[in-house]
């Protein structure tokens, strides 16, 4: 597989070749799952887009088709990625990074190309030297599969990470940044190794302590004791134990860096807890219990807030990794953009970025941009 | 303090003298707080009895006797126990063991002493000679505290634990059991060291974990990333996180030697999840997923489930342990006793014991009983 860019691509600039944005979309999904599933159905229904679909199911893509999710069935990769707009590749997490290198060397040069897989890092840097290709990850749809469960409002207000990188087209990162939003999502812009962090702490390190609350309880117990009355701490911190095995092995595995960190941080809480409770030291645990009931009320203040939004308009200069230096700013802020346009000058030389974002966050906003050394002015 | 039974005290046999079961009971409540409150509500709502209460706060004192959970507000704990038939000591669990040696050197030798800790193996410990004290602990009422709280419907359907001993007064025992029963409780008997053990992993290890957990995403985390967006499964496993401070410091310190083998333990789980990850060994995490899902099954299908009862008599000899052994027996196999008679022989040499359980577990329980050699007939 050829995992670099191709010569035809264009790395770099914020402006690429071609493309009238006023008619609708060609968007290919590989891959009709529940996310490609719902993806094709959101794009279609929302924004009257022409989807073209591969599987390597062929009844999963039939399926697709009679559900009016897909209006072409391809009868390969190449021929799905043919002339769209935007190329999604929703296929299982293993198959993630060949597929998206078939994507890349069968599309043009103006084609962005992303994934939904649930780690990014990995990807992102295999990819990094292609301005096409941008890393996503929607938050939506862990709890069921298939196209079947598509919907097309499955990330109606749904997080969905972005990771540009220096490289990447700022005019193929507008145009996917927008058609997300068009399907009802928020999209939010973080560096790929941060993203793998923040996943592993948030939703893969829970699962793993789920399983171990589970198996402590289930193995380490005499068999001869009662099982216990079980109370709704357990019932709630248990909740995703041993949930789809062969899934959850492959998110572990693709997310092993990060996931390892987290469970050696995790590790050195516990014998952190356990010195405390050996030591008798009660000031110690009340000060402990204390200090995370804080940290447990900032990460629920943290949430998404969404309410009127106010235009920035950004004067940027033509190099390379200026959308990606913005968006990452505003994301690591925790700053959802909206939405976003890109208006290059004739000369292409130069351009304005437009901004939408919350109206409360608008000055924060407007520094970071200007602290990145771009003039910004009220839309 | 006293800690070892006074000479006046009748432990072993299956009777001990007097009380008249027709009439009333006479209740003293030590600590009316949530617990204690509700214990004095549901006493005299439930079961007509004579509440007599003491409490350290006298504000608390006062609102019980106002809230109408209480007859007679006493002046000290000796005062309170004077002739009750059941005296319930709801203090702190840091002071559970010295008020509990207090009501018993002022108990006469026909009341029964229960306390309603969470930890129950020290307390098991140091009153395991004196047949008047049975050790307890309702599930129930962790999320708000105070008697402005109680209700006297609080332990409708609970499981409530009790730790009978060899030398536990069978009568004693059997009135505190239907007691609880008239409060609306379930009693289970249980091992004192298996119930902290079960108690350890089933709610204090998830709040140690909940802590872990959020002080990872709070503390490991790189500020400058954007905070992530809190899933369902973090949001679930976390919200135990930080609780009532003083209160769960106490409760880690009560039970610190089952607490932490069920820590070593979970961090020995958690270094197994690590090898399978370095290794990169799919099948094994797959299997390991797998094999979490069945024991998650098992531990929610042990739950209890009441339906229609069934009476077994029990032809016992009266030496001391008998109601300890059958009602140990029957809980090691999970099965709840609904109700308990006693029936001593008019020599008070041998008796007959009344057990209602589930009809589904009714030849099971038969089964365990005559193991222990003695023999059953259908009520």
Request: hydrophobic share 45%; no cysteine; proline share 8%.
């Amino acid at each position: 597989m050829n995992d670099t860019p191709s010569d035809s691509a264009s790395p770099g600039p914020i402006a690429a070749p071609g493309g009238d944005r006023a008619t609708p979309p060609v968007v290919a999904v590989i891959g009709v799952g529940l996310i490609g599933g719902s993806v094709a159905l959101a794009a279609r229904a929302r924004l009257g887009a022409t989807v073209v679909a591969w599987d390597p199911d062929p009844a999963s893509l039939r399926t697709a088709v009679e559900r009016g999710a897909v209006d072409v069935a391809a009868e390969s990769p190449a021929e799905a990625v043919g002339k769209a707009d935007v190329v999604f590749v929703a296929a299982p997490l293993g198959a993630v990074g060949d597929t998206v290198a078939l994507v890349l060397a069968a599309a043009g040069p103006d084609t962005v190309v992303t994934d939904v897989g649930s780690t990014k890092a990995d990807v992102a840097a295999r990819f990094s030297r292609d301005g096409r290709f941008v890393g996503g990850h929607p938050l939506a749809g862990a709890e069921t599969a298939g196209i079947t469960h598509a919907r097309d409002d499955l990330f109606e207000q749904a997080a969905w990470y972005l990771t540009p990188e220096g490289t990447t087209t700022g005019t193929l990162y507008e145009r996917l940044h927008r058609l997300l939003t068009g399907l009802g999502a928020r999209p939010l812009a973080i560096d790929a190794a941060a993203h793998d962090r923040a996943m592993a702490g948030i939703s893969h390190l829970p699962h793993i302590v789920a399983n171990v609350l589970v198996s402590h309880v289930s193995g380490a117990l005499d068999p001869d004791e009662p099982l216990p009355a079980i109370g709704p701490s357990f019932r709630d911190a248990t909740r995703v134990a041993g949930a789809h095995p062969a899934l959850w092995a492959d998110i572990y595995l693709a997310n092993a860096p990060a996931l390892l960190g987290a469970i050696e941080d995790a590790s050195a809480r516990l014998v952190h807890a356990r010195t405390l409770i050996e030591r008798g030291d009660r000031d110690g645990l009340v000060a402990w219990q204390r200090q995370v009931a804080r940290e447990r009320e900032a990460l629920q203040a943290a949430g998404p807030d969404p309410g009127p939004t106010t235009e920035l308009r950004v004067a940027v200069t033509n190099r390379p990794g200026v959308m990606a230096d913005i968006a990452l700013a505003l994301g690591r802020a925790g700053i959802g953009i909206s939405d976003l346009t890109l208006s290059p000058s004739p000369d292409n030389t130069a351009g304005v970025v437009g901004l939408w974002v919350d109206a409360g966050e608008a000055q924060a906003a407007a520094a970071l941009v200007q602290a990145l050394g771009f003039p910004v002015t009220p839309g």
